[in-house]
Nanobody
Framework: QVQLEESGGGLVQAGDALRLSCAAS????????MAWFRQAPGKERECVAAISWSGDNTNYAESVKGRFTIFRDNAKNTVFLQMNSLKPEDTAVYYC?????????????????????WGQGTQVTVSS
């Protein structure tokens, strides 16, 4: 059974940094693209950052480029999201996702429908 456990969320002030972690278990994820999504109240879930299974390719939402970095440790089945210079508009529940479907190439998928497994979410609140 695949399980994703996020950690690292919290309440911070604008300009602060946070690092989110997502530990995956239940199988090996060395060939699995992973991503971080977020959802704010009244808004659709959006992809913040995605990473290919190899770690060579990444995609970021325009709103976080230059501030957020996604990276992974395949030996530990863990993906991270380093968030710097946080803004109040970054406030949301952040979800980790993993894609286990086989796909050619090393693509960093960014659509909700690309991912089969999701974590329970971790709240990030940025005060002004």
């Amino acid at each position: 059974q695949v399980q994703l456990e996020e950690s690292g969320g919290g309440l911070v002030q604008a300009g602060d940094a946070l690092r989110l972690s997502c530990a995956a278990s239940g199988r090996t994820f060395r060939r699995s693209p992973m991503a971080w999504f977020r959802q704010a109240p009244g808004k659709e879930r959006e992809c913040v950052a995605a990473i290919s299974w190899s770690g060579d390719n990444t995609n970021y939402a325009e709103s976080v480029k230059g501030r957020f970095t996604i990276f992974r440790d395949n030996a530990k089945n863990t993906v991270f999201l380093q968030m710097n210079s946080l803004k109040p508009e970054d406030t949301a529940v952040y979800y980790c996702a993993v894609r286990t479907a086989v796909s050619a190439g090393t693509y960093a998928f960014t659509s909700v429908g690309d991912y089969e497994y999701w974590g329970q979410g971790t709240q990030v609140t940025v005060s002004s």
